[in-house]
């Protein structure tokens, strides 16, 4: 890390300096905030409010998106309240031990990295939902979600999991020792668990009596029928054929017409189909797809 140390007491700053270089960091030391080239970009700012010659605040709002550590010799509003409202980040009390320094900036350089990549996931994630429909609002665990697209089922958790305040673990149920999972299954955890259709019957009925009172949402690209909690739909009526999941016929039908039904008139549709008009009729009326005008 590039360190900017900003303080008048120069035997401080020289050992500060020694500590962190033999630490793997580069630091400067100035002893007013006109000496320092303001081009220059740093990755933490320690800064003594003790310095005559500089006015701290604007230290502080010009490295506003930097860590800044204060140097205080006794603690008030003046001295900590104040700077950390306006952005500094934390602050060690004259004496303090170098290990005491060195543990904040690392804590701090820990904290922006995370801080980072929370954010890259979390735009990565709006960009892998955006368009996917999922106003469905969580009441009751456990809870099954049939899809035909994976994304509708991860949304849908997603969502719930950001008001949760429990752990999470996500489980692919095509790839785990399950019987070793169901032991290990607790109250404390929300538990994402999805291939929930790649499970054997027996299994299926296994796992069942195993999340009773459990905190657990579970995903299947099948209807489950004897799914024994509750079970709500959310699928992409735009899906043709999402992971690798055979659509039913009846699907299949309906994603058509909604699809292609206002660029073909209903003789067209009917060929593409290999149905009759009478029946592709029929099926309006059965999967209730309303004809555009």
């Known amino acids: 890390m590039k360190i900017l140390i900003l303080e008048d007491e120069i035997y401080l700053a020289q050992k500060v300096s020694s500590k962190l270089v033999d630490e793997g960091h ?33 230290v502080i709002k010009f490295y506003k998106d930097t860590i800044i550590i204060l140097f205080v010799t006794y603690i008030s509003d003046a001295t900590v309240g104040n700077p950390i409202k306006m952005g500094a980040n934390d602050y060690v009390q004259k004496p303090f031990m170098m290990d005491e320094l060195i543990r904040k900036i690392h804590h701090y350089q820990v904290f922006n990295k995370i801080e980072k990549e929370l954010c890259l996931y979390e735009n990565y994630f709006n960009m892998l939902f955006d368009g996917v429909e999922s106003d469905y609002c969580v009441t009751k665990l456990p809870l099954l979600v049939e899809t035909n697209d994976q994304k509708y089922s991860d949304k849908l958790f997603f969502q719930y999991a950001n008001n949760s305040n429990l752990p999470i673990k996500i489980l692919s149920l095509s790839k785990v020792n399950l019987v070793q999972e169901i032991k290990d299954l607790n109250k404390s955890t929300l538990y994402y668990m999805t291939d929930y259709h790649s499970l054997k019957k027996s299994l299926k009925d296994m796992l069942q009596k195993a999340i009773v009172d459990l905190n657990v949402i579970i995903s299947s690209l099948d209807n489950e029928p004897e799914f024994m909690y509750e079970k709500i739909e959310s699928k992409n009526s735009n899906n043709m054929i999402a992971n690798d999941n055979i659509m039913t016929i009846n699907d299949y039908v309906k994603l058509v017409v909604n699809t292609f039904q206002d660029k073909y008139p209903d003789t067209e549709l009917s060929k593409k189909l290999g149905i009759s008009r009478k029946s592709l009729w029929e099926k309006r009326k059965k999967l209730g797809v309303e004809k555009k005008k």
């Open 26 to 58: 580069t630091c400067e030391h100035y002893t007013s905030f006109s000496e320092i080239d303001k081009t220059k970009k740093y990755d933490t700012v320690l800064l003594s409010m003790n310095l005559h010659t500089t006015n701290c605040e604007d």
